[in-house]
């Protein structure tokens, strides 16, 4: 922060810096380091805190747009791995060295014939609870089927009208 200071010719005192930290001081320190950076090349000016969070992607816009990202990415995995009627899964399990097989290959003595060792089964993984309020901002769309259906032409005015009913609901506090 002093070098930040010294390099835009401010001026910064105990008070300032008070402040700063206790603006910034909960934020993830690699991000800091990384605006402090940014700045220190970009800024002709010493940034205020706000304009330091949104050097960090951590600016409320940028938080809220990564919680609604990450909201969306749960319902399009949710879909790829259960279909909309929430289904289980089986999912391969990774072939563990059982010790009777290799990679989850067990060969005869005579090496002329193979098998999968049980070792390999697929496991079934029931589809997880979607949460209330994800369910909730869905059902106003038409549901898991609209998000599967949806076109690119559709889908980001799709995603924004979701985003709109989850807002209302405090969607991005409960997910
Ligand atoms: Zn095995």
Redesign the pocket.
């Known amino acids: 922060m002093v070098r930040l200071a010294a390099v835009t010719n401010a001026t910064i005192d105990p008070p300032k810096i008070a402040a700063y930290v206790d603006i910034l001081g909960s934020e993830p320190v690699p991000a800091l380091i990384r605006a402090f950076e940014l700045a220190e090349r970009a800024c002709t000016w010493f940034p205020s805190p706000a304009e330091l969070l949104k050097l960090a992607g951590r600016s409320p816009e940028q938080l809220e747009e990564q919680e609604i990202a990450c909201v969306w990415s749960f319902v399009r995995d949710y879909i790829a791995k259960h279909r909309v009627h929430g289904m289980p899964r089986s999912e391969r399990v990774q072939?563990k060295d059982?010790g009777?097989?290799r990679d989850?290959w067990r060969v005869s003595k005579t090496g002329n014939s193979v098998k999968r060792?049980p070792?390999?089964e697929c496991r079934v993984a029931p589809a997880p609870e979607i949460p209330a309020t994800i369910k909730a901002a869905l059902g106003e769309i038409g549901g898991l089927q609209a998000v599967r259906d949806t076109t690119p032409e559709f889908q980001l005015r799709l995603r924004d009208a979701f985003t709109d009913f989850g807002n209302q609901n405090s969607l991005r506090n409960k997910s």
Do not use: A, K, S
């Open positions: 072939p059982c009777e097989c989850g060792c070792c390999t």
